[in-house]
């Protein structure tokens, strides 16, 4: 169940023009209010309006156990013939079987003490430029450019930049091999990072005046006069010019955990060595940790004071995290201006308990319809479109769709007609006439085809050529594009349903801002975080499989592409804990109307019920 990644080693565009979205001035009681668009030249780091960074606030040391997403049950395929139809399914008794679980393959893509405060230096906003103080270097410059997308400058109409280093180009670098990474005893290598080499660095020489004395005039006297003794001024000494030392400004070394393998960690090394050409004073240091080791190491780290500056992780990590004060809150820090640029869907799994509890730097995967165009040549735009369309490819040995009723693969449309799973306590919410309207869609599915539940028989078949539509994840892309063929195989946006549409589950991967960090180091953290959400930074990674989590991203993979349509109208995946007292009673329901032992009001009734009894 791995999904497919693209690799493509390209060069890293010339120029990259930064666009900072700042909310208010770094730990200086900013607004929470974006300023206008500014465009900052030479500048390859996006400012969040609010950019997290690791945050190690102390935790549990118990390795807890991460529950995975929800996956398609693999279950052994039947041998099809030539009739259409396959056997019908054997009616189950009582709860469905076991929850679905996605397996996840490492993320490539990566009590309670009192956490320490960071009262004493207020966060900085993300896409806001803290006021430098006597301490910190001058920002540069900005100079606002139309037409160019830039960083929003800090907010509250203070247009001081984010630091960044003067006129230095930005750098080109180009996409190298990757390297092949061996994890050590202790499960740790870094990966080494380039050395910045520091431009128009040039020690101030201060200019003296130079000027020797000036002889007066002397006033001729007249008969009525006394002469006046004529003053006679001394030229000064011209000084002479010495050459003042200039200290180096300190280098800020910022730490990023992650589990990428290692034919991806190339690209990964590429942004490393771009960020610190740009900022020489900024050293990122990137440590491997196997994926199974780093949230437990993590936390343990953290809980102590220490960890990283930013961990790269999955979504479902980020509550554990949160719920230990481990992480940074960016709420706070990210600006509405900043937040509207990444994908809604993406966004959703940062949130938890109302807080911005990390920022999606990538789609993992999703769930989306799948069509095989030898067998239905056009995408459906509406649910009966897909029903007429799947009658009439149904013939010969074929079938023209084949859905999955699973709640992995169905529960998405609750949301996408309108409806709910939870709200942000993990309270249910679906027990109302759009959850009916959604069982009653689930239930339709049988008017398209055979449907099953929670079984790979429809994806063993589509495999093999013989339906036109299916309901899958994009874990699967790679083996289905193999074998269905890149040329035949479209992902289609999903069809209208009422006032509705259907609709698929979305995974991210998160950067998480560690929450022990304070003043300076905090604010090049959140710099470097703001860094991987840029557009260019976005297609880099598209470039390397990653799916953006950005919207507005030029890439050059077809199906990438229509995965990322798909995906602007999907649903977040709860990362809520909760989440897994849904799982039974919701399968329960969908079975129950469609043997019709229940109504779809009964069934919900009965799933709600279920779930608020659970602890």
């Given at each position: 169940m791995t999904k497919v990644m693209r690799i493509k080693h390209q060069t890293l565009i010339p120029a990259i023009t930064i666009v900072l979205l700042l909310l208010a001035g770094c730990g200086k009681g900013a607004p929470t209010t974006a300023g206008p668009l500014q465009t900052v030249t030479g500048v390859m780091t996006p400012t969040l309006t609010a950019t997290p960074g690791p945050s190690p606030y102390p935790g549990p040391f118990e390795t807890l156990t991460l529950e995975p997403y929800p996956g398609p049950i693999t279950g052994a395929p039947t041998q099809v013939g030539n009739p259409p139809y396959p056997a019908p399914e054997t009616p189950q008794a009582g709860n469905p079987s076991s929850t679905p679980t996605i397996g996840r393959t490492p993320s490539p893509t990566f009590g309670q003490t009192p956490s320490p405060t960071i009262e004493q230096t207020p966060s900085p906003t993300l896409g806001q430029t803290p006021s430098p103080t006597s301490s910190q270097v001058p920002s540069p410059t900005?100079?606002?450019?139309?037409?160019?997308?830039?960083?929003?400058?800090?907010?509250?109409?203070?247009?001081?930049?984010?630091?960044?280093?003067?006129?230095?180009?930005?750098?080109?670098?180009?996409?190298?091999?990757?390297?092949?990474?061996?994890?050590?005893?202790?499960?740790?290598?870094?990966?080494?990072?380039?050395?910045?080499?520091?431009s128009n660095q040039s020690s101030a020489t201060p200019t003296p005046s130079n000027q020797p004395g000036q002889t007066p005039s002397t006033p001729v006297p007249t008969s009525k006069q006394t002469p006046k003794p004529i003053l006679s001024v001394t030229p000064t000494e011209k000084p002479v010019k010495t050459d003042i030392p200039v200290t180096p400004p300190a280098i800020t070394t910022?730490?990023?955990?992650?589990?990428?393998?290692?034919?991806?960690?190339?690209?990964?090394?590429?942004?490393?060595?771009?960020?610190?050409?740009?900022?020489?004073?900024?050293?990122?240091?990137?440590?491997?940790?196997?994926?199974?080791?780093?949230?437990?190491?993590?936390?343990?780290?953290?809980?102590?004071?220490?960890?990283?500056?930013?961990?790269?992780?999955?979504?479902?990590?980020?509550?554990?995290?949160?719920?230990?004060?481990?992480?940074?809150?960016?709420?706070?820090?990210?600006?509405?201006?900043?937040?509207?640029?990444?994908?809604?869907?993406?966004?959703?799994?940062?949130?938890?308990?109302?807080?911005?509890?990390?920022?999606?730097?990538?789609?993992?995967?999703?769930?989306?319809?799948?069509?095989?165009?030898?067998?239905?040549?056009?995408?459906?735009?509406?649910?009966?479109?897909?029903?007429?369309?799947?009658?009439?490819?149904?013939?010969?040995?074929?079938?023209?769709?084949?859905?999955?009723?699973?709640?992995?693969?169905?529960?998405?449309?609750?949301?996408?007609?309108?409806?709910?799973?939870?709200?942000?306590?993990?309270?249910?919410?679906?027990?109302?006439?759009?959850?009916?309207?959604?069982?009653?869609?689930?239930?339709?599915?049988?008017?398209?085809?055979?449907?099953?539940?929670?079984?790979?028989?429809?994806?063993?078949?589509?495999?093999?050529?013989?339906?036109?539509?299916?309901?899958?994840?994009?874990?699967?892309?790679?083996?289905?594009?193999?074998?269905?063929?890149?040329?035949?195989?479209?992902?289609?946006?999903?069809?209208?349903?009422?006032?509705g549409h259907l609709s698929g589950f979305v995974q991210a991967d998160n950067l998480y801002v560690n929450n022990n960090l304070t003043g300076e180091t905090l604010y090049t953290t959140l710099q470097v975080a703001a860094f991987f959400l840029a557009p260019e930074v976005q297609a880099i990674l598209a470039d390397g499989g990653h799916i953006p989590a950005v919207l507005d991203v030029s890439v050059t993979d077809p199906l990438m592409q229509q995965e990322m349509v798909v995906f602007e109208v999907g649903v977040p995946y709860p990362i809520d804990p909760k989440m897994d007292n849904y799982w039974n009673p919701l399968e329960s329901a969908i079975q129950a109307v469609f043997y019709g032992s229940q109504t779809p009001s009964a069934a919900l009734q009965q799933a709600f019920e279920a779930i608020i009894a659970e602890p």
């Open positions: 900005i100079t606002p450019t139309s037409g160019d997308t830039a960083y929003p400058p800090p907010g509250g109409g203070d247009n001081t930049p984010y630091p960044g280093p003067g006129d230095t180009d930005t750098p080109v670098p180009t996409v190298p091999p990757s390297p092949t990474q061996t994890e050590s005893p202790q499960a740790t290598s870094t990966q080494p990072s380039a050395t910045p080499t520091s910022i730490t990023l955990w992650h589990s990428w393998s290692p034919d991806q960690v190339g690209t990964l090394d590429v942004l490393i060595n771009a960020y610190q050409q740009i900022y020489p004073n900024v050293r990122i240091e990137a440590q491997y940790i196997p994926y199974d080791e780093l949230p437990g190491r993590y936390e343990e780290a953290t809980y102590f004071g220490g960890g990283p500056n930013l961990l790269l992780g999955p979504a479902e990590w980020g509550p554990r995290f949160y719920d230990q004060d481990l992480v940074l809150d960016l709420t706070s820090i990210a600006g509405n201006s900043f937040l509207a640029t990444i994908n809604p869907a993406a966004l959703g799994e940062a949130r938890y308990r109302n807080a911005l509890i990390g920022l999606p730097y990538t789609i993992r995967s999703g769930v989306v319809m799948y069509r095989n165009k030898n067998i239905i040549s056009t995408a459906p735009t509406t649910f009966t479109e897909l029903v007429s369309l799947a009658h009439a490819a149904t013939h010969g040995g074929k079938l023209g769709a084949y859905l999955d009723r699973g709640f992995l693969y169905s529960g998405a449309s609750l949301s996408g007609t309108g409806g709910s799973l939870m709200d942000s306590n993990g309270y249910p919410t679906f027990n109302n006439t759009r959850g009916i309207e959604w069982l009653n869609l689930v239930n339709q599915f049988k008017n398209a085809g055979p449907t099953c539940f929670n079984s790979d028989r429809d994806l063993q078949l589509f495999k093999l050529g013989k339906i036109g539509i299916i309901i899958d994840g994009t874990w699967n892309l790679g083996v289905i594009s193999d074998t269905v063929g890149l040329q035949n195989l479209a992902i289609d946006p999903w069809p209208t349903y009422g006032a």
